[in-house]
């Protein structure tokens, strides 16, 4: 039998979305060796098919710009200049109060900007391509792992073999890694699911993002560039999953209908532009972020509902702290000591926003007319004193900003 030889490599990267192709691009672009494949990257045009758009908030921009897209991609950025949270949880569904959180109020910069996923997608496997020590594996999964004291040997189902000294876990929420390396994860449901759709609508959105709450989940108003087709934006509607997965089967008119009125206006008439997507919500953290010469990140380590934008933020604050960590001549990016330096600074600030993004959504599902009179009473409150709503803006971007 011909002996297979392993493909030696610094890091070995099993997961190809957002997260993990800009986890290579990244440590790619700092000189280490990657390899990474993703079974869903096998012809199947994902870069073309996700309606999704994100908000990525300021500590995302560094990580884009270390990946080499950020130039490539800011013409079609939309900032986010500020965040209307509106409350539409009276008996007849209108808003009846609304706080603006204003991005001036805490920097020069907006609080983030908006981007079509399948743009991202696109160029960065642009840049990868690029990129002489990246090899980028489509259409492959990975399907079994050996952990030897110098390095992980991977085994892929094309029959290759990958020996790293470092294994990131990028492979979304059911990751294979994370079952391989033996580390569970802890999972809870909503009962919810999200469409994600794009719309023209009549008035400008001005730069502010848009939460209207009432019953169900967050209906969110994402700005998008404006055009010369008009005005545009994201649209991210949460509601029960049986009332998501109706309406998704709505013929367009009646769909239009549903959506005028639950934007509640805000925006004028608007009209669904184009096929929607959609997802269920739910949560999941990892027992462990890290194991032998082995690291989770993304989805694979943490699952959060899409309130205020932590997600792939989130992920992002993982790939940085990795690139910090890994930005040392001559350091093993496998090491234990990179290992824990690396759970000990990441676990703190997973566990916070897990537990923050938890409590808003399920404040967002209150359907008795008692919880939806606190839910309006605490909003009031958050947003009426100038310390507490700057401390709750630069919290969300996830550091402290200074005036």
């Known amino acids: 039998m011909k002996r297979i030889t392993p493909q030696p490599t610094d890091i070995f990267i099993s997961g190809g979305g957002i997260a993990g192709l800009t986890a290579a691009a990244v440590l790619g672009g700092n000189g280490l060796d990657v390899v990474c494949a993703d079974p ?80 991202l997608v ?3 496997l642009d840049r990868l391509s690029q990129l002489s020590n990246v090899d980028i594996r489509r259409g ?3 399907r079994a792992i050996v952990r030897r004291s110098g390095g992980v040997m991977v085994g892929l189902s094309d029959g290759a073999t990958i020996c790293c000294r470092l294994l990131i876990g990028a492979d979304g929420r059911n990751s294979r890694i994370r079952e391989l390396l033996g580390i569970g994860a802890r999972r809870w449901r909503y009962g919810q699911s999200a469409l994600a759709l794009r719309v023209v609508h009549d ?44 309406r998704s089967r709505l013929p367009h008119a009646a769909f239009d209908g549903e959506l005028n009125r639950r934007s509640c206006g805000v925006l004028g008439s608007m009209s669904r532009v184009g096929k929607h997507g ?16 082995s690291v989770l990140i993304a ?11 932590q997600g792939l933020n989130m992920s992002f604050a ?63 409150s958050l947003h009426s004193g100038a310390p507490l709503r700057k401390a709750l803006m630069r919290a969300g971007l996830g550091r402290a900003l200074q005036n």
């Not at 959105?205 to 008009?230: A, Q, V």
């Not at 989805?299 to 934008?309: L, N, Q, R, Y």
């Not at 990016?333 to 997973?350: E, H, K, N, Q, T």
């Open 318 to 380: 993982d790939i940085q702290r990795l690139q910090e960590l890994l930005d040392v001549n001559g350091i093993d990016p496998g090491s234990d000591d990179v290992l824990r330096r690396y759970a000990r600074s990441r676990l703190p600030d997973i566990l916070m926003r897990t537990m923050a993004c938890d409590i808003l959504n399920r404040a967002s599902i209150a359907g008795n007319q008692v919880a939806r009179d606190a839910r309006l009473a605490c909003l009031k």
């Open 140 to 142: 492959v999964h990975t």
């Open 203 to 246: 008035r400008p959105h001005e730069g502010t993002s848009t939460e209207i709450h009432r019953t169900g989940g967050p209906f969110t108003l994402i700005p998008l560039p404006e055009r010369d087709s008009g005005f545009s934006s994201a649209v991210v509607w949460v509601d029960g999953a049986a009332e998501t997965e109706r």
């Open 122 to 124: 696109r160029e960065l």
């Open 299 to 309: 989805e694979a380590a943490h699952v959060v509902p899409p309130t205020g934008a």
């Open 40 to 119: 869903a990257q096998g012809g199947t045009g994902r870069e073309t098919e996700d309606t999704r758009t994100t908000a990525f908030l300021q500590p995302a921009r560094p990580v884009l710009e270390r990946a080499g897209i950020w130039t490539r991609i800011s013409e079609f950025a939309a900032p986010l200049r500020a965040l209307r949270v509106a409350d539409a949880g009276g008996e007849d569904g209108r808003i009846r109060h609304a706080a603006t959180f204003e991005a001036a109020e805490i920097s020069d910069a907006p609080f983030g900007w908006n981007i079509p996923n399948r743009l």
């Open 278 to 293: 959609s997802w269920p919500i739910s949560g999941l953290l990892a027992n462990r972020l890290t194991a032998h010469r």
